[in-house]
């Protein structure tokens, strides 16, 4: 059974930097593209980025571009997030995504992990 785990939430402050990473057990997922998600205290789930199968095109949501990179490993089936320049608004739990299609906001067929915390403050 395909499961992925987070890890690297924490608490910073502005203008700090994190990395966050996912593992992806029980299943080679190299030809499928993965992805991270996140959801605001009272608010919606929301796209973050992703990246194609194998080291395909990256994607990013506007308000995190040119502040996030999001990369993977394909040997060790490993998702990482470096943010950068951590604002309060990104104060959210981060989702680990992976898909056999393309990762949009839309895109219902996901498996999710468990979610890692960040906490930015001001």
């Known amino acids: 059974q395909l499961q992925l785990s987070e890890s690297g939430g924490g608490v910073v402050q502005a203008g700090d930097s994190l990395r966050l990473s996912c593992e992806a057990s029980?299943?080679?997922?190299?030809?499928?593209?993965m992805g991270w998600f996140r959801q605001a205290p009272g608010k919606q789930r929301e796209f973050v980025a992703a990246?194609?199968?194998?080291?395909?095109?990256?994607y990013y949501a506007p308000a995190v571009q040119d502040r996030f990179t999001i990369s993977r490993d394909l040997a060790t089936q490993s998702l990482y997030l470096q943010m950068d320049r951590l604002e309060p608004k990104d104060t959210a739990v981060y989702y680990c995504?992976?898909?056999?299609?393309?990762?949009?906001?839309?895109?219902?067929?996901?498996?999710w992990g468990q979610g890692t915390l960040v906490t930015v403050s001001s």
């Open positions: 995504v992976t898909s056999r299609k393309l990762i949009t906001p839309n895109t219902k067929q996901m498996t």
């Open positions: 029980g299943r080679n997922i190299s030809a499928n593209a």
């Open positions: 990246i194609g199968y194998g080291n395909g095109g990256r």
